[in-house]
């Protein structure tokens, strides 16, 4: 099993541009969310999906929308990016703990 | 105050010795208590789970909570180099499933050789 998966890696965009970030998952988890991790500030929630067809908002939701295409995979995206969205950006699954997806890097100019 | 606390450290212990993180909460309808490991540059990994007062061992890791105290802690025996990482405590009401978990901002560990 793969676990969770994220793509891309790494991404540089300038301010004003959009990217999807991409994540699947392999353990039949029904719940999956999003998370930004900035210095000092530890991790925040953005966006989680407690079930298939369900999105909801966490802690930090401005600036991002998310899809739940389906049991698998969460998307994240940002419409138009901004420099203050330059962060380490995880994605997780849950049956009765969290799993991380390796992260992406994504560096707004 | 912060919902769940913990020290940032750093946290400096010999090789061999015992390393003690410590968590404090503040919503006492907490159930699940989750341990996390991140090494530098990578994702945090779920090493410690614990839902009941007590002790709970996996290997030299051992997960302490005190549920009257709002206290949850990680003991690290034996403490190695490897072991080296930031520890994230993290804290939820629900038991399984979907959890909405708050996070500490960590504490450093360094194990010196």
């Known amino acids: 099993n793969a676990g969770v998966t994220q793509t891309p890696k790494f991404q540089v965009l300038k301010t004003g541009q959009s990217m999807t970030l991409q994540c699947a998952q392999d353990?039949?988890?029904?719940?999956m969310y999003w998370y930004r991790q900035d210095p000092g500030m530890g991790l925040r929630l953005i966006y989680y999906?407690?079930?298939?067809?369900?999105?909801d908002k966490g802690e930090v939701p401005n600036g991002y929308n998310v899809s739940r295409l389906n049991k698998r995979e969460f998307s994240l995206r940002l419409e138009s990016a901004a420099p203050s969205q330059t962060s380490v950006y995880f994605c997780a699954s849950s049956d009765r703990g969290q799993y991380f997806g390796p992260g992406t890097r994504l560096l707004v100019l | 105050q912060k919902e769940v606390e913990q020290n940032s450290g750093p946290l400096s212990v010999p090789e061999g010795a015992i390393a003690s993180l410590n968590c404090t909460y503040s919503?006492?309808?907490?159930?699940?208590f989750f341990w996390y490991r991140q090494y530098s540059g990578k994702s945090p990994e779920l090493i410690m789970s614990i839902y009941s007062n007590g002790d709970k061992e996996d290997g030299r890791f051992t997960a302490q909570l005190n549920k009257a105290s709002q206290y949850v802690s990680l003991l690290i025996r034996d403490s190695q180099p490897s072991d080296s990482a930031t520890y994230l405590c993290a804290v939820t009401s629900m038991n399984t499933g979907f959890q909405k978990l708050v996070f500490g901002t960590g504490t450093r560990l360094l194990v010196s050789p």
């Open positions: 919503d006492r309808v907490s159930q699940s």
């Open positions: 999906s407690a079930s298939e067809g369900t999105t």
């Open positions: 353990m039949n988890h029904n719940s």
